[in-house]
C-alpha cells in the first residue's frame, strides 16, 4: 500500500523515481527461454545495480526462490531505511491505524514491485516469474505475522458473522492471505479486496453471505 507523501516519504520517493529511471536501462532483455535459476539471477544482477544506483553498494545473493539482500553488506542505516514500514494513513482515508506489525516496508516492497514490473516487461507469459526480495529474513518473520493475522480475523468472523476487513496491508500481502483462505479448512469463507489504492482493503467473510 502506498504511504501518502511526508518529508520521509518524498525522499524515498525520490530516491524509488531515480532508481527506477537509472534501472530502466539497465534490465537486459532475456536471451531466448530462461530457466528459474536463470530468471533469479537476471533478478540479483538487476537488484543489485539499482541497490548502487540508490547510493547503496549492497552484496545481493539468491537463496533458493528469494533474491536477498545481504544485511551485513548495509550500514545500520541502510537497513533501517530498507525496512522502515509505511506510516499509518491519516484519517479519513484510513478507518483505523492498524498496529506497526500490519504495515510493510515501504522501500522494500518498493523494490520488489519494481523488480516483477520491469523484469516481466514484454516477457512472454511462460516466461514471467514472481520475484521476492527479502533482507535480514523479514518475509518469512512476516509470513507467521500475516498466518496470525488471519487467524485471529477467522475466529472474528466466524464468531461473529460479520466481515472482517484488514488494514493497511500492500498489494502482495493481500494476495498471500487470498492464497492463505484458499486452503480447505477456510472452505466456509471467502476474500475480496474493497476500495482504491492507497485505501484498497482485503476483507473476509462468510461464504455464505455472498448476495
Same mark, same amino acid.
Given at each position: ?12 520517493? $525520490?530516491?524509488?523515481?531515480?532508481? %527506477?529511471?537509472?534501472?530502466? *536501462? ?12 536463470? %530468471? ?11 541497490? #548502487?544506483?540508490? *547510493? ?27 525496512? $522502515? ?51 535480514? *529474513?523479514? /518475509?518469512? /518473520? ?10 485471529? #480475523? ?12 484488514? =488494514?493497511?496491508?500492500?498489494? #502482495?500481502?493481500? /494476495?498471500?492471505? %487470498?492464497?492463505?483462505?484458499?486452503? =480447505? ?9 474493497? *476500495?482504491?489504492?492507497?485505501?484498497? /482493503?482485503?476483507?473476509?467473510?462468510? #461464504?455464505?453471505?455472498?448476495?
Amino acid at each position: 500500500m502506498s504511504p501518502p507523501e511526508s518529508s520521509t516519504g518524498s525522499l524515498k520517493g $525520490s530516491a524509488a523515481k531515480k532508481s %527506477h529511471q537509472k534501472s530502466e *536501462g539497465t534490465v537486459a532483455p532475456s536471451q531466448g527461454k530462461l530457466s528459474p535459476a536463470e %530468471h533469479r539471477e537476471r533478478a540479483r544482477q538487476w537488484l543489485q545495480q539499482v541497490l #548502487a544506483a540508490m *547510493g547503496i553498494p549492497a552484496v545481493v545473493r539468491v537463496v533458493g526462490e528469494i533474491i536477498e539482500i545481504e544485511a551485513d553488506s548495509l550500514t545500520p542505516a541502510q537497513k533501517q531505511m530498507l525496512l $522502515s514500514k509505511a506510516p499509518a494513513l491519516p484519517l479519513p482515508l484510513s478507518k483505523e491505524a492498524g498496529p506497526e506489525e500490519e504495515r510493510s516496508p515501504v522501500v522494500l516492497d518498493a523494490l520488489q514491485y519494481l523488480a516483477n514490473t520491469l523484469l516481466n516487461l514484454n516477457q512472454p507469459e511462460d516466461q514471467q516469474q514472481p520475484y521476492i526480495l527479502d533482507l535480514d *529474513g523479514y /518475509r518469512q /518473520r512476516r509470513l507467521q505475522e500475516l498466518k496470525a493475522l488471519v487467524a485471529v #480475523a477467522v475466529q472474528k468472523v466466524r464468531t461473529s458473522g460479520r466481515e472482517y476487513e484488514f =488494514p493497511d496491508l500492500s498489494a #502482495a500481502e493481500r /494476495r498471500q492471505i %487470498h492464497t492463505l483462505l484458499k486452503d =480447505p479448512a477456510y472452505a466456509d469463507l471467502e476474500t475480496f479486496s474493497r *476500495g482504491k489504492e492507497p485505501d484498497r /482493503r482485503l476483507v473476509i467473510r462468510r #461464504a455464505s453471505s455472498r448476495p
